[in-house]
């Protein structure tokens, strides 16, 4: 899964993605090592504290094709 994060708390779908990460540590922890988030590099001392406390793959904006790749390949490697 790949994650947006957003400095506005709603996000475009109601939640950020310190939100949908905190939302799969509760109900899903076996889920979280497939998490990899796109980001515009943290906005908020929140966002970067968040971003800095987590062992996920992350590429950060703007990013090309080949990043992309990379940071999907790692995710999907990771998932057993």
């Not at 993605?17 to 905190?22: A, E, I, L, S």
């Not at 988030?37 to 966002?47: A, E, K, L, N, V």
């Amino acid at each position: 899964v790949a994650v947006r994060t957003s400095p506005n708390p709603g996000g475009h779908w109601g939640f950020s993605g310190m939100d949908f990460y905190t939302k799969v540590r509760e109900i899903a922890p076996d889920h979280l090592k497939r998490i990899a988030f796109m980001t515009g590099r943290g906005f908020t001392p929140r966002s970067n504290d968040f971003l800095a406390s987590i062992p996920n793959p992350r590429v950060d904006k703007p990013f090309d094709r080949t990043e992309l790749h990379a940071l999907l390949q790692t995710a999907l490697k990771d998932r057993s």
